[in-house]
C-alpha cells in the first residue's frame, strides 16, 4: 500500500531538516513509538505500542535512515517491525521531502510505500488505514511543532559561532607595547565541581488506544459523507 501526505510546519527549513534527521528526538511524537537503542551502523530499535481493547500489541523493530540529501531536503527512511507474539508485522519505505513556504515555514512531503500482516492489518479495509495514518501524521506534527517552539532561539551553528569569537577578539583593544607587564593576581585553586545527576530514564511511550483512534477517524469519515450530501 502506498500512501502520500503532507504537513506544514511554522520552522524554518533547516531547523525542520535537524529534527526530522534526529530519530531519536522526533520518535516520542509518534504516538505509542519509543527509540531503545541504536547500533553504530545508523540502525535504530524501537517499538511501538497500539492498545486493541484489553489487550496490547506491542511492536519491535529497527528504523534507519538510508541516505539524507541536505541540499535536496530528502531522505529516505526504511522500517521493519514484527509483533512479539508473532502475530504479524509491518515494513516501510519513507521518503521525506521539505520545502520552505511562502510564509517562512517548512512543508513536508510524505511519501509512504508499505505492508502491513496481522492484527493490524485490518484497519487498512475501506481505506481506514489511510485515515489513521493521516490522523497519526496529524498528531506528529503538532507534537514537532511544540519541541520546535521550545527549542532557545538564536542559537548560533559552529560557523556563526566562530565568527562571533572572531569578531569579538578583534573588537578588544591592544595593549600598549612599552606598558609595563603586571603580574596576575594569586587566585585559589577552583573548587572541586559536583558531578551533576545522572539523567532521568526517557518515559515509556504510551500505547496507542486503537478502539477510541478507530471510532474518533470513522466519527471523521461519517461527518466528511454528510458535507457531501
Same mark, same amino acid.
Given at each position: 500500500?502506498?500512501?502520500?501526505?503532507?504537513?506544514?510546519? &511554522?520552522?524554518?527549513?533547516?531547523?525542520?531538516?535537524?529534527?526530522?534527521?534526529?530519530?531519536?528526538?522526533? *520518535?516520542?511524537?509518534?504516538?505509542?513509538?519509543?527509540?531503545?537503542?541504536?547500533?553504530?551502523?545508523?540502525?535504530?530499535?524501537?517499538?511501538?505500542?497500539?492498545?486493541?481493547?484489553? /489487550? =496490547?500489541?506491542?511492536?519491535?523493530?529497527?528504523? %534507519?535512515?538510508?541516505?539524507?540529501?541536505?541540499?535536496?531536503?530528502?531522505?529516505?527512511?526504511?522500517?521493519?517491525?514484527?509483533?512479539?507474539?508473532?502475530?504479524?508485522?509491518?515494513?516501510?519505505?519513507?521518503?521525506?521531502?521539505?520545502?520552505? =513556504?511562502?510564509?517562512?515555514? /517548512? %512543508?513536508?512531503?510524505? *511519501?509512504?510505500?508499505?505492508?502491513?500482516?496481522?492484527?493490524?492489518?485490518?484497519?487498512? %479495509?475501506?481505506?481506514?488505514?489511510?485515515?489513521?495514518?493521516?490522523?497519526?501524521?496529524?498528531?506528529?506534527?503538532?507534537?514537532?511543532?511544540?519541541?520546535?517552539?521550545?527549542?532557545?532561539?538564536?542559537?548560533? =551553528?559552529?560557523?556563526? *559561532?566562530?565568527?562571533?569569537?572572531?569578531?569579538?577578539?578583534?573588537?578588544?583593544?591592544?595593549?600598549?607595547? &612599552?606598558?609595563? *607587564?603586571?603580574?596576575?593576581?594569586?587566585?585559589?585553586?577552583?573548587?572541586?565541581?559536583?558531578?551533576?545527576?545522572?539523567?532521568?530514564?526517557?518515559?515509556?511511550?504510551?500505547?496507542?488506544?486503537?478502539?477510541?483512534?478507530?471510532?474518533?477517524?470513522?466519527?471523521?469519515?461519517?461527518? %466528511?459523507?454528510?458535507?457531501?450530501?
Amino acid at each position: 500500500m502506498k500512501l502520500e501526505q503532507s504537513f506544514e510546519v &511554522d520552522a524554518p527549513v533547516e531547523q525542520v531538516w535537524t529534527a526530522l534527521i534526529d530519530l531519536e528526538k522526533v *520518535a516520542p511524537c509518534l504516538p505509542g513509538a519509543a527509540i531503545t537503542n541504536h547500533d553504530d551502523d545508523g540502525t535504530y530499535h524501537g517499538e511501538f505500542q497500539v492498545k486493541l481493547g484489553p /489487550t =496490547t500489541a506491542a511492536y519491535r523493530g529497527t528504523i %534507519r535512515i538510508e541516505s539524507a540529501d541536505a541540499e535536496t531536503h530528502t531522505a529516505t527512511l526504511a522500517a521493519r517491525g514484527s509483533d512479539k507474539r508473532g502475530q504479524g508485522g509491518a515494513s516501510a519505505k519513507i521518503v521525506n521531502t521539505l520545502h520552505a =513556504t511562502d510564509a517562512g515555514g /517548512t %512543508r513536508v512531503d510524505a *511519501a509512504t510505500d508499505f505492508t502491513i500482516t496481522g492484527r493490524l492489518a485490518s484497519f487498512g %479495509r475501506g481505506g481506514m488505514i489511510k485515515d489513521i495514518s493521516n490522523r497519526l501524521l496529524r498528531d506528529f506534527a503538532t507534537c514537532l511543532q511544540q519541541r520546535l517552539a521550545a527549542e532557545p532561539a538564536g542559537a548560533l =551553528t559552529g560557523d556563526e *559561532a566562530a565568527a562571533s569569537a572572531g569578531a569579538a577578539a578583534a573588537a578588544e583593544p591592544e595593549a600598549a607595547p &612599552d606598558a609595563p *607587564a603586571q603580574a596576575a593576581p594569586s587566585t585559589p585553586p577552583p573548587a572541586a565541581e559536583t558531578p551533576p545527576p545522572p539523567p532521568a530514564p526517557a518515559p515509556a511511550a504510551k500505547p496507542v488506544n486503537g478502539i477510541s483512534l478507530f471510532f474518533s477517524v470513522l466519527a471523521e469519515r461519517i461527518k %466528511r459523507l454528510f458535507k457531501r450530501s
